[in-house]
């Protein structure tokens, strides 16, 4: 961990120590690569998918990190609660902290033209949402304690959605995901599997709006292509 990192487990911990909690939110089982013709959806204990309202309802006003302290809205996600395919990207940032729906900004509209002319979807039938449910300050990257402390939602968002595909939007997103350390050129345009789903790792629109060469766009477009080729292979 960086010098960055140990100030922000710090600065949590003493967070902790304040808000009277006795219990430190322990990381969930690691996720198992496969590739997507082994795949299979998850269920929960039950059999029974768990319903996004009642997650959402679980997360209440949360203040389990610090992030909570300067958000103005939890950004949960937003879509169809039975979608194919689930596009997770890293935190809100100003725009979606202040509508409190993922994807709203700059990098929302790429999103949306990645969504419409290139899968040919509408932005309703899929559904979008984050690694963090809170506004890093400055829109930073996240800590680890932060992904710690709201990384169980998000799995419990994809098990309750099941969907056909994860599309992660950059490197955040794939290694809360797939717990690997590889850098983006090595994990995009390949196959991973989260509990038996397929994840497609893509650069993060942002990413894409600061390089918007031909080169990254291809490459976003390949992965796109692949995404829909396995949604087609039924
Ligand atoms: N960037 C993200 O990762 N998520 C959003 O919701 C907006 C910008």
Redesign the pocket.
Known sequence: MDVEGLRALKEYLEYLIESDVDAIPLPQPSARTVPPAEACSIEGESGESEELEAIRDDLGDCSRCPLSRARKKI?FGQGNPSADILFV?????G??DRTG?????R??QLLNQIIENGMGLSRAEVY????LKCRPPS?RTPQEVEVLACLAFLKRQIAAIRPRVIVS??L??ARALLEVDKPMHQLRGTWHAYEGIPVMPTF???YVLRNYTVPIRRQVWEDVKEVIRLLQEG
Request: net charge negative; proline share 15%.
């Open positions: 950004v990207g890293e935190a809100p940032g725009e979606e729906l993922p994807f709203v900004g990098a929302g979008i949402c984050n690694v829109n939007l950059g955040p997103a993060h629109p942002a």
